[in-house]
């Protein structure tokens, strides 16, 4: 069977890293990816695992990085060769299984993976202090215990990913029953957008506040869609959108964006809400919390000068090497904080005692937000070559999410 | 060989093709036969000893009022205001109408003794004039001795301690003027009266006065009802004016106004073409407009902006009235229109215009999308007296290229009125309700109106709100040669031919329709029956 695996090869890491000048995707055609037949993976050594085949699998940033040899080579240890990549992963069970919870999942039930090896996939005992309270996402095991070294599914030999009509194993912690009422094409944007729930739920927005989103792909997206539901009723006062594109801006207010504006308005914008003044390029009242989705030299720049003194700028997008003045977060003492993946969110209102999983909180807003509606085209994988190339053109080309269709089928009711 | 009057052109088969002025170029367009043309009165015979009227003037006062000279005596304070940079249009060629009059109004107060004198620009919520400008306008003789010494003010809306409430009129219009001004034992204005609507008690209570004061005409009710604000005895927006001035007066403020009128010699003889009628235009014009058509055809627009705005104007003195306010703007308004009425009869399906590059708001800046909506549906649509020139629900085509370029030193609040209120309404008055408040008292814009060149963070919303009556009027407006993207933003339809917009206009006002074009600039009032 297909699958798209990623192996370790200096020559062509470079190749892709030249040809992706070209356009971001576009090192597939050059890079190490390669189409191959593969067998099905070997189970992973441990308990509790059970292969799925995945109906869809995004394409997210990172992907595009690491395909585009653009990644940053933090990530080097964190991943084992070959790997397939996929992390956004919708897919149906081969067998009889267990959820995280220990609730029972029949053989052909829908479910999204949450795609973090922490220590249950790991078989590490006792677990670490954060997966022990359910903080997955920061758990420091990634490269110990029973499994290849590998931050999450779709970077880890053992595991597979995605981009495979092969299947992929998935550990009972990290499976999530996908409802009845949800089609794939919305399961498939539960990952990114709890990446997008757990930015929120952590990024210190009081009630009323006034949060500017930097870039408006998938992230900044569904990032929009956490801020008006996943904070209610102490939600912030008004949400400012910087987005490229005007498909962009027009999803950002049907989400519930306050302003949707080109990123050259973004200051004038965010400094009219604030009532605030503009000295030194940068925003004196200003945004009380910054979140920026692209995670560029650029889109980091402008989110510190869109930040109040003393506001919180949070780091979602994935970023590599930028370089940026750091002038305005010294001189106005702001918060720069990462925003990486998901795990338990801390109770709000309406929240159980211990809090919530950042997947159901995820499910539920795919489902009220109609997030389905941004994949907006999949690829089988003979075509990944065009399937990228969409990809890291998305914004230019009206799209929004594109994902594969390992077991494509022509005209696929959605 | 005395000026000519005003005059319609019935267009026919062999009427040469009309200009459009069209920003900082022009166009010319071939109009349907049976259109008709409004063509401005040639320019009147200037005064031929200006210092001599202005001293006249100021010795023979109108109205109830003593002359100049018995009104300046040791010891009191005076204060000499005039109006800013946004007149005249373009910027006179020296010395200006204000320069003149001002070193006459000196001379008298030197001769009396007077020494605590300052002078104020009027500049109500514009932005202030640049040491270039006020050069310009008042002379380098009175510039040097005044502003090196602090005693050349601009007026400044938005200083609490600058502004003294003198009450309320008895429409419950608050009146707040400069303190300066209202304080003084004299306050003489010196005004241009370039167009009808200029002076009178509008000096005084709008150029002087604050945003407090400023909102109680300045809103899309006032502007309905001013029909036309170039006609004061059927103008919301004067007779606003008209109870503050008198309360003004009644709180004991002792105004000496000065009007002075120009003629309509608004261009260089290397313009020439533009003051003549096409078909009057001789082998110099024709090759003037060939070489400045071709020239600018091929300049860069920031380039040929530049061009345009170091035109100055030849405007001469053609009266100059002083004394009690109402009196000497009765004087003024029938000197305005000796020059410039032109009578024309009944109204017309479509009034095609061409817009220049300068409005009274972007002097040495950029004519944006909203003084372009402003410059057309604003000023020269209201170019009239009797009725409008284009008949209810009929079409207004206006010829400019629209560009969604804005000043950010001039304009600020215009760009984020035209990225935030216009892409959520262009209705007036919902923008009153749902915006003005905040851009008003935004402060940002406030900083920047006060300690820079910007207009204050309303100032667009007037600007809307002066296109209110014709918004009202009219059944479409067209723009043709606009930015489509930015004439969309604006509710108005884009057009890239006259023929296209004739086309499109159709629709509204159907097949055959009667069609009238204002040639303007020279600026004229029809006077519409």
């Given amino acids: 069977m297909k699958a798209l695996v990623y192996e370790r090869n200096v020559a062509r890491f470079a190749a892709s890293r030249v040809v992706s000048a070209f356009g971001s995707g576009r090192g597939a055609t050059v890079g190490p990816l390669r189409l191959v037949d593969v067998d099905p993976p070997d189970r992973p ?12 699998s995004g394409i997210c940033g990172s992907d595009l990085a690491t395909v585009d040899g653009r990644s940053s080579r933090y990530f080097e240890d964190l991943v084992s060769f070959p790997f397939v990549p996929g992390h956004e992963v919708v897919g149906v069970l081969d067998a009889d299984a267990t959820d995280r919870s220990g609730a029972p999942l029949a053989a052909g039930t829908r479910v999204v993976i949450e795609p973090v090896l922490g220590c249950a996939p790991r078989a590490i005992e006792p677990p670490c202090p954060a997966c022990a309270t359910g903080h997955t996402g920061a758990c420091p095991h990634l490269t110990d215990g029973r499994l290849a070294p590998g931050l999450q599914t779709g970077y880890c030999t053992d595991t597979g990913g995605g981009w495979s009509a092969a299947g992929l194993w998935a550990h009972a912690s990290q499976l999530h029953a996908v409802p009845d009422g949800l ?34 792909g998938t992230i900044g997206l569904t990032v929009v869609a956490a801020l008006g539901r996943v904070l209610a ?16 801006r027009d999803l950002a207010e049907r989400l519930g964006a306050t302003a949707a504006v080109e990123p050259g308005q973004l200051p004038r914008t965010v ?7 503009a000295v030194a390029g940068s925003v004196t009242g200003g945004a009380d919390v910054v979140i920026d989705c692209a995670g560029t030299s650029e889109s980091l720049a402008a989110s510190l000068a869109l930040a109040r003194t003393g506001g919180r700028v949070a780091l979602v997008g ?43 909180l995820a499910l539920d807003l795919v489902a009220s937000a109609g997030l389905g509606e941004l994949v907006s085209a999949t690829y089988p994988l ?14 230019r080309r009206g799209a929004v999410k594109i994902a594969f269709e390992p077991r494509y089928r022509k005209g696929r009711a959605r | 060989m005395s000026p000519r009057p005003g005059f319609v052109l019935d267009v026919d088969r062999s009427t040469p093709p009309t200009l459009f002025w069209h920003g900082e170029g022009f166009r010319l367009e071939r109009l349907p036969v049976g259109s008709r043309v409004v063509y401005a009165p040639e320019p009147l015979d200037p005064l031929a000893d200006p210092r001599s009227a202005i001293r006249h003037a100021l010795t023979h006062p109108l109205g109830d009022s003593e002359p100049l000279p018995a009104l300046l005596r040791p010891g009191i304070r005076l204060t000499i205001a005039f109006d800013d940079v946004s007149l005249p249009l373009p910027p006179m060629a020296r010395p200006d109408a204000r320069q003149l009059v001002m070193e006459e109004v000196l001379d008298l107060a030197a001769a009396a003794g007077v020494d605590d004198v300052v002078l104020i620009a009027a500049l109500a919520l514009h932005r202030r004039m640049t040491e270039a400008e006020l050069r310009h306008a008042l002379g380098d003789r009175i510039y040097d001795a005044f502003a090196p010494a602090g005693l050349l003010l601009q007026h400044d809306a938005e200083d609490p ?39 009178g008690h509008k000096s005084v209570a709008t150029g002087l006065a604050s945003y407090r004061s400023l909102r109680h005409h300045h809103n899309p009710a006032t502007m309905r009802a001013s029909r036309s604000f170039m006609d004061q005895h059927h103008s919301e927006l004067h007779t606003s004016n008209w109870r503050m001035g008198r309360l003004i007066a009644a709180s004991g403020v002792k105004v000496f106004q000065i009007e002075t009128t120009l003629n309509t010699d608004t261009f260089p003889d290397a313009f020439g073409f533009l003051q003549k009628r096409e078909w009057e235009w001789n082998v110099r014009d024709r090759a003037g407009f060939v070489a400045a058509s071709k020239a600018l055809e091929r300049t860069p627009p920031r380039l040929a902006r530049r061009i345009f705005h170091s035109v100055r104007a030849p405007h001469r003195l053609t009266s100059v009235q002083a004394g009690e306010v109402e009196a000497v703007h009765a004087e003024t308004t029938a000197n305005v229109h000796r020059q410039q009425l032109v009578a024309v009869e009944g109204q017309t399906d479509i009034l095609t215009m061409g817009l220049p590059y300068i409005s009274p708001y972007n002097v040495n800046s950029i004519l944006n999308p909203i003084l372009v909506a402003c410059l057309g549906l604003g000023y020269f649509f209201n170019l009239y007296r009797g009725r409008p020139l284009v008949r209810e629900g009929g079409v207004l085509i206006m010829s400019h290229p629209t560009r969604p370029e804005f000043d950010p030193v001039h304009h600020p609040s215009y760009i984020d009125f035209f990225e935030e209120v216009l892409t959520e309404t262009t209705d007036p008055v919902a923008i009153a309700e749902r915006f003005e408040t905040s851009f008003a008292t935004d402060p940002w814009y406030v900083h920047l109106y006060r300690t820079g060149y910007a207009y204050h963070g309303v100032h667009p919303f007037y600007m809307w709100y002066w296109c209110a009556h014709a918004l009202e009027h009219l059944g479409a407006v067209i723009i043709v040669g606009g930015d489509p993207a930015t004439v969309r933003r604006m509710g108005f339809r884009p057009a890239s031919t006259l023929a296209d917009a004739l086309e499109i206009a159709s629709d509204v006002v159907g097949p055959s329709p009667s069609l009238t074009h204002l040639h303007t600039p020279p600026i004229m009032l029809a006077d519409v029956t």
């Fill in chain 1, 45 to 56: 050594a441990g308990e509790g695992w059970t292969r799925l085949v995945p109906t869809l």
């Fill in chain 1, 183 to 216: 089609s794939d094409e919305a399961a498939v944007m539960v990952e990114p957008t709890a990446c997008a729930v757990h930015a929120v739920r952590t990024a210190g927005i009081a009630p009323g506040d006034v949060v500017a989103v930097v870039g408006a």
């Fill in chain 1, 233 to 248: 009723p102490a939600g912030p006062g008004a949400v400012i959108v910087g987005a490229r594109y005007p498909h962009q």
């Fill in chain 1, 271 to 277: 400094r009219r809400a604030t009532r605030s003044l």
């Fill in chain 1, 318 to 360: 994935m970023p590599g090497r930028v370089q940026v003045d750091l002038a305005p977060l010294w001189h106005r003492e702001l918060t720069l904080a990462g925003a990486y993946a998901y795990g338990h969110e801390a109770p709000l209102a309406g929240d159980p005692p211990d809090g919530r999983r950042t997947f159901d």
């Fill in chain 1, 382 to 395: 003979e075509r990944y070559e065009e399937a990228l190339a969409h990809a890291g053109a998305a914004g």
């Fill in chain 2, 161 to 199: 301690d600058a502004l003294v409430h003198l009450g309320t009129t008895d429409h419950g219009e608050d009146v707040e003027i400069n303190r300066r001004a209202a304080e003084s034992d004299l306050l003489v204005y010196v005004n241009i009266n370039l167009v009808a609507m200029d002076g």
